[in-house]
T-cell receptor, first 113, second 112 residues
């Protein structure tokens, strides 16, 4: 049973560029959440997707957008990259049940130069 | 706004020691508190606690929640070098979404 997978593993971009990160949820999960983890900090919630719609959003600007596909996989897009966007981006999947736990993927390390 | 504070920020112990990690929280409409272990990248799930006073246990790790005083502790007995990691505490509120609010974590280093 495959866990949560993310691609790419690492990414280097320059300021102003755009980036797309991808996530495939754990088998049987239909909800995907994205988190940003800066160095030395805990993960910060970006947004959550369920039934191909954004269900909840954290305090992130509109430069951060996402999408969920019918197979439950998801993309995170960041436009007009800033140096401060450098971080580990984590995807977590869960079922839609009220007690379902979120399971995390290995993350994508984004460096903005 | 939901808030999670973990202490200590870091600690170094010798193999075989017992450690206690602390997590206090403020959340509107609390649903659950979760502990994760993060060694390199992916946080791995340890425990989810929803009820006060009920200890969750897995091997040398255990955790308990106090909903009245709004805190949780994670205990690790007979520590091993493989326990070296960042331990993250997160809370989840009620509602249709399942956003987790994390603390900054406790970095544990176990030395020989």
């Amino acid at each position: 049973d495959a866990g949560v997978t993310q691609s790419p593993t690492h990414l280097i971009k320059t300021r102003g560029q755009q980036v797309t990160l991808r996530c495939s949820p754990k088998s049987g999960h239909d909800t995907v959440s994205w988190y940003q983890q800066a160095l030395g900090q805990g993960p910060q919630f970006i947004f959550q997707y369920y039934e191909e719609e954004e269900r909840q959003r954290g305090n992130f600007p509109d430069r951060f957008s996402g999408h969920q596909f019918p197979n439950y996989s998801s993309e995170l897009n960041v436009n007009a990259l800033l140096l401060g966007d450098s971080a580990l981006y984590l995807c977590a999947s869960s079922g839609s049940g009220r007690t379902d736990t979120q399971y995390f993927g290995p993350g994508t390390r984004l460096t903005v130069l | 706004e939901d808030k999670v504070v973990q202490s200590p920020l870091s600690l170094v112990v010798h193999e075989g020691d017992t450690v206690t990690l602390n997590c206090s929280y403020e959340v509107t409409n609390f649903r659950s508190l979760l502990w994760y272990k993060q060694e390199k990248k992916a946080p791995t799930f340890l425990f989810m606690l929803t009820s006060s006073g009920i200890e969750k246990k897995s091997g040398r790790l255990s955790s308990i929640l106090d909903k009245k005083e709004l805190f949780s502790i994670l205990n690790i007995t007979a520590t091993q070098t493989g326990d070296s990691a960042v331990y993250l505490c997160a809370v989840r509120a009620t509602g249709t979404a399942s956003k987790l609010t994390f603390g900054t974590g406790t970095r544990l280093q176990v030395t020989l």
